[in-house]
T-cell receptor
Framework: GQNIDQPTEMTATEGAIVQINCTYQ??????LFWYQQHAGEAPTFLSY??LDGLEEKGRFSSFLSRSKGYSYLLLKELQMKDSASYLC??????????WGAGTKLIIKP | GAVVSQHPSRVICKSGTSVKIECRSL??????MFWYRQFPKQSLMLMAT?????????EQGVEKDKFLINHASLTLSTLTVTSAHPEDSSFYIC???????????FGQGTRLTVV
């Protein structure tokens, strides 16, 4: 079966750095996405990785290792508004998104 | 990025009635639209995939006669929850793709409450 694992909840301090890991086992691979979702809202796109390596976009970076079935989202200079759920999703061979359960990130002052 | 508009954002309906949710791609042609449901503190669950002009493909366990999906044009898909029950109360989200190797764009979501 298809499976995406990420931690349920993480806590970090404002101004610090946090890394959210995601491991996956899917039927085919056509890219990995990270989305941010605030409670009661739709997900918003953060990053996309299809090749191995690090993609940097401002305070957010995402890393992919296809051989290990592993990705992480790195958030730097954390702000209170970064408190949200972070969803890892993999696009499979049918070009459908398979979603992880999401990681709830709590930022403390 | 591209814009997907979903309407209504919130709806409350009586048990036994039907509710229609619209999903529109405003600035691109959505060859494929996806409908998701999300219960509190859970991840997105794909309900069905629809391609313009053809019947939707439903995920296992999703009743096609209860959740009617129409994708009649390249910019509009609708989800109708028929004979709604309180257990259908959930957050419904659509996303749209232009079929190329790009991200899927999400609508704002619809919070359905059946009383």
């Amino acid at each position: 079966g298809q499976n995406i694992d990420q931690p349920t909840e993480m806590t970090a301090t404002e101004g610090a750095i946090v890394q959210i890991n995601c491991t996956y086992q899917t039927s085919g691979f056509n890219g990995l996405f990270w989305y941010q979702q605030h409670a009661g809202e739709a997900p918003t796109f953060l990053s996309y990785n299809v090749l191995d390596g690090l993609e940097e976009k401002g305070r957010f970076s995402s890393f992919l290792s296809r051989s290990k079935g592993y990705s992480y989202l790195l958030l730097k200079e954390l702000q209170m508004k970064d408190s949200a759920s972070y969803l890892c999703a993999v696009r499979d061979s049918n070009y459908q998104l398979i979603w992880g359960a999401g990681t709830k990130l709590i930022i403390k002052p | 990025g591209a814009v997907v508009s979903q309407h209504p954002s919130r709806v409350i309906c009586k048990s036994g009635t039907s509710v229609k949710i619209e999903c529109r791609s405003l600035d691109f042609q959505a060859t494929t639209m996806f409908w998701y449901r999300q219960f509190p503190k859970q991840s997105l669950m794909l309900m069905a995939t629809s391609n313009e002009g053809s019947k939707a493909t439903y995920e296992q366990g999703v009743e096609k006669d209860k959740f009617l999906i129409n994708h009649a044009s390249l910019t509009l898909s609708t989800l109708t929850v028929t004979s709604a029950h309180p257990e259908d109360s959930s957050f419904y989200i659509c996303s749209a793709s232009d079929g190329r190797d790009t991200e899927a764009f999400f609508g704002q979501g619809t919070r359905l409450t059946v009383v």
